[in-house]
């Protein structure tokens, strides 16, 4: 079946850098773009990055755009997000989360599997 | 940037009772409009897609309706594994924007 796993997260400190992982399984990663979606505690859904099939395609939110960096390595079925200068409202669960093939060269479209959230807490 | 506004925030009801949810959008997102359904400490799972399309798995209870900028999912009778927070999300433009939630809880 399915599988998104997110790893990574902990509390940093304003300023510094984290990276996240999510190891994908039960499916040809190869195949999909994959997005991350974060939620701060208590708040709803902010869609962060997304990176197409073959990682020559990433948007961002422009909440993070300059700092935050999605990448891909197909040979290993993970995706990442290197977050640099971290700021406290970057705090929240950050979950990857997959789209149908059909959306695959990345565009908008729906989520269909989510990994289980990995949280990030930027604090001094 | 398109902005979708659900309501209720909250929606008290008792199993059994019929729930309407409602998503409007600031401008038209023709039908690409989905539903998640998210429980505590969980991930949100894909409800209905297109507006109208059960995503796998999803029970027949669940159903979607609207086009344009007002959107309605409705679950027919509530079973205790539906109270849970409901979000919107439009595909029609970049960002892929999500609603604010409505907490569905039991009366």
């Known amino acids: 079946q399915v599988q998104l796993v997110e790893s990574g997260g902990g509390v940093v400190q304003p300023g510094r850098s984290q990276r996240l992982s999510c190891a994908a399984s039960?499916?040809?990663?190869?195949?999909?773009?994959i997005h991350w979606v974060r939620q701060a505690p208590g708040k709803g859904l902010e869609w962060v990055a997304l990176?197409?099939?073959?990682?020559?395609?990433?948007k961002y939110a422009d909440s993070v755009k300059g700092r935050f960096t999605i990448s891909r390595d197909n040979s290993d079925n993970t995706l990442y997000l290197q977050m640099n200068s971290l700021k406290a409202e970057d705090t929240a669960v950050y979950f990857c989360?997959?789209?149908?093939?059909?959306?695959?060269?990345?565009?908008?479209?729906?989520?269909?599997?989510w990994g289980q959230g990995t949280l990030v807490t930027v604090s001094s | 940037e398109i902005v979708l506004t659900q309501s209720p925030a909250t929606l008290s009801l008792s199993p059994g009772e019929r729930a309407t949810l409602s998503c409007r959008a600031s401008?038209?997102?023709?039908?690409?409009l989905a539903w998640y359904q998210q429980k505590p400490g969980q991930a949100p799972r894909l409800l209905i897609y297109?507006?109208?399309n059960r995503a796998t798995g999803i029970p027949a209870r669940f159903s979607g309706s609207g086009s344009g900028t007002d959107f309605t999912l409705t679950i027919s009778s509530l079973e205790p594994e539906d109270f849970a927070v409901y979000y919107c999300?439009?595909?029609?433009?970049?960002?892929?924007?999500f609603g604010q939630g409505t907490k569905l809880e039991i009366k």
């Open positions: 989360a997959r789209v149908p093939a059909a959306a695959r060269e990345g565009v908008a479209y729906y989520f269909d599997y």
């Open positions: 039960g499916f040809t990663f190869s195949n999909f773009a």
């Open positions: 990176i197409s099939y073959d990682g020559s395609k990433k």
């Open positions: 401008q038209s997102v023709s039908n690409y």
């Open positions: 297109d507006t109208s």
């Open positions: 999300q439009q595909r029609s433009s970049w960002p892929p924007a």
